[in-house]
T-cell receptor, first 115, second 110 residues
């Protein structure tokens, strides 16, 4: 079964820490995404990548960076964690547009709490 | 105004009832996606549509490109259908990123 795996289901970090969220997909997808999901705000795109070493800012990139050194792995980095980054983080991958196979696969999410 | 609007925000149904969730969008799209999220769970992609209608089990998704409108129907609803259903659109640009609706919280009572 194809999947997107996020390294942690729950994380608790302290303010100011550098935090790494890892995401791995086994579908050879070109596109990978990081979203955060907050009550009342829905899903918002942080960063995405459409190829190895390529990255694009999403709607809310401030305070985050990403790394994609290999096609299957997309990492989200919180440079200095703050309490307003407490959220559910979801990784996803997709094939390029224009195909009919299932578009998106999501990971199970990482619930991050910054104290 | 949001580019993707869903209605209703919340819906309660009795087991066995027919459920419809609506999604309207205001931008040109390459595809529309219906996603499902159970409480505390990850997100599952149900359908990706660019035209017409798709069916999977008790779920049916339709799209009207001219009207910029899509519906998700659940026939013979069951308590395990209780979840948040999210409509999202992709615009076909590099990266294929999604723009999301606010979601519809569905509760099916036994």
């Amino acid at each position: 079964d194809v999947k997107v795996t996020q390294s942690s289901r729950y994380l608790v970090k302290r303010t100011g820490e550098k935090v790494f969220l890892e995401c791995v997909q086994d579908m050879d997808h070109e596109n990978m995404f990081w979203y955060r999901q907050d009550p009342g705000l829905g899903l918002r795109l942080i960063y995405f990548s459409y190829d190895v070493k390529m990255k694009e800012k999403g709607d809310i990139p401030e305070g985050y960076s990403v790394s994609r050194e290999k096609k299957e792995r997309f990492s989200l980095i919180l440079e200095s964690a703050s309490t307003n980054q407490t959220s559910m983080y979801l990784c996803a991958s997709s094939i390029r547009p224009g195909t009919e196979t299932p578009g998106y696969t999501f990971g199970s999410g990482t619930r991050l709490t910054v104290v | 105004k949001n580019e993707v609007e869903q209605s209703p925000q919340n819906l309660t149904a009795q087991e066995g009832e027919f459920i419809t969730i609506n999604c309207s969008y205001s931008v040109g799209i390459s595809a529309l996606h219906w996603l499902q999220q159970h409480p505390g769970g990850g997100i599952v992609s149900l359908f990706m549509l660019s035209s017409g209608k798709k069916k999977h089990g008790r779920l049916i998704a339709t799209i009207n490109i001219q009207e910029k409108h899509s519906s998700l129907h659940i026939t013979a609803s069951h308590p395990r259908d209780s979840a948040v259903y999210i409509c999202a659109v992709s615009k076909g640009a590099a990266g294929n990123k999604l723009t999301f609706g606010g979601g519809t919280r569905v509760l099916v009572k036994p």
